[in-house]
């Protein structure tokens, strides 16, 4: 059965839609009691035919390379589930990783997917960084992070069902600090997602 199908345990039918999310500290929902996959599921379910269920299967401080070795637990724990959001890369910006092997990185995670039969990956540019005197992301990382949406870019090219979602319309009042969002943050990256979900 795929998701979206009608499943009913009790003869009442449901048609659903399963999102897995994956990312870092951004998709977690760090500095926040919400986060995107939460509201990107209400989102979903009032304006769709279908009821919405978001995965989150995040962790704080996540790279790329982290990523890609945590793949194949999440997808073993995500069964019936054909599209993904990916929020990567802000960390990989923070550290300098180097670009080439984070565009690597990216790019045999998107196949990782397609292998695993996921039909639509949406993914979310890295988000605009405010240098704001946070030793940890001073300056120096908000100007280089075009150089990673860039890598990433370039990685999605090679993958059908791979769709860019812009969020550089982010400003400030979004965020709590340099790159967590606040409960409005949170809610503009589910708008972003949504959009691209609806527009499939």
Known sequence: MLAGDSFSGRGDAVNYQ???????????GARTYGC??????????ATTPYLWRTI????????????????????????????????IGTNDVGEGTPIDLFEEYYRQTLRALRIAGFRAVFCGEIPPIFADGHVYFPKETAA???????ALRRALQEHPGAVH??????????YVDPVHFNESGNELVAEAFADAIREQ
């Not at 401080?61 to 073993?76: E, M, S």
């Not at 979602?165 to 979004?174: K, N, Y």
């Open 165 to 174: 979602v812009g969020l550089g319309s982010l400003t400030r009042d979004a």
């Open 56 to 87: 989150n299967e995040s962790h704080n401080g996540h790279t790329a390379r982290d990523l890609w070795f945590d793949l194949p637990g999440v997808l073993q724990r995500a069964p019936d589930t054909h599209q993904a959001c990916v929020l």
């Open 36 to 45: 995107y996959p939460l509201h990107l599921a209400r989102v979903l379910t």
């Open 144 to 150: 280089r992070h075009d150089e990673y949406n860039a």
């Open 18 to 28: 399963n999102v897995l999310c994956i990312g870092d500290s951004q998709t977690f």
